[in-house]
């Protein structure tokens, strides 16, 4: 039988991975998106060329970002009174470790 702070920990550890592989989706569609206009340009080709690519490539980054929102907002709705769901842990240094990129604690607010 699994305690409710087992099952706690688990949700919470599972959710940062969720964190994290969205985190290096978007970091690695940033790379694409940067890579694309920059062999367009190495190659000469018309600016037309890949366009379409790249606007869809936007469309899947946003929906990455927007995915990692509602990650974010979903511990939220099952909060206990007196419970912060962003304290889990400090994860800076997994989520750097993860897309090489620093990423900073958002700020808090006091109910």
Excluded at 42 to 47: F, N
Excluded at 48 to 59: I, K, S, T
Aim: no cysteine.
């Amino acid at each position: 039988m699994t305690t409710g702070h087992d099952a706690g920990g688990q949700v919470a550890r599972l959710l940062g991975q969720l964190e994290n592989d969205l985190d290096a989706a978007f970091a690695t569609a940033g790379a694409l998106a940067a890579a694309l206009p920059q062999g367009r340009a190495e190659a000469r080709l018309s600016a037309v060329v890949g366009q379409h690519a790249l606007e869809l490539l936007n469309r899947a980054a946003q929906t990455i970002g927007q995915g990692g929102d509602h990650i974010v907002q979903s511990p939220r709705t099952g909060e206990k009174p007196g419970f912060d769901a962003d304290d889990h842990g400090d994860d800076r240094a997994r989520r750097r470790e993860s897309t090489g990129l620093d990423v900073r604690t958002p700020p808090r607010v006091a109910a």
